[in-house]
């Protein structure tokens, strides 16, 4: 199983990031996948989580609104859309497979004028 993240980097506040998670060695469209952030200093926080065909989302409520996650089993990839992000989710994010709780390397993400 491997898990690879994409698309962190230094936005300002009120701006948008895409994060990306690759995933291989295992038949990615059997499972479910989820987002997590850890900031400096705190516990790793679920973000968002998202079911196996796509068709079922749920969302920490700091990012309802903001945050959408999405999927494309044909690309084994899932996605985080980041919109109006705030100094508070500077974070590295981490996408993960909640079966077996396989981890991405994480990517960061740094919300800041």
């Known amino acids: 199983v491997q898990l690879v993240e994409s698309g962190g980097g230094l936005v300002q506040p009120g701006g948008s990031l895409r994060l990306s998670c690759a995933a291989s060695?295992?038949?990615?469209?059997?499972?479910?996948m989820s987002w997590y952030r850890q900031a400096p200093g705190k516990e790793r926080e679920l973000v968002a989580t998202?079911?196996?065909?796509?068709?079922?989302?749920n969302y920490a409520d700091s990012v309802k609104g903001r945050f959408t996650v999405s999927r494309d089993n044909a690309k084994n990839t899932v996605y985080l859309q980041m919109n109006s992000l705030k100094p508070d989710d500077t974070a590295v994010y981490y996408c993960?497979?909640?079966?077996?709780?396989?981890w991405g390397q994480g990517t960061q993400v740094t919300v800041s004028s």
């Open positions: 998202i079911s196996n065909t796509g068709g079922s989302t």
């Open positions: 060695g295992f038949t990615f469209s059997k499972y479910f």
């Open positions: 993960m497979r909640r079966t077996g709780s396989y």
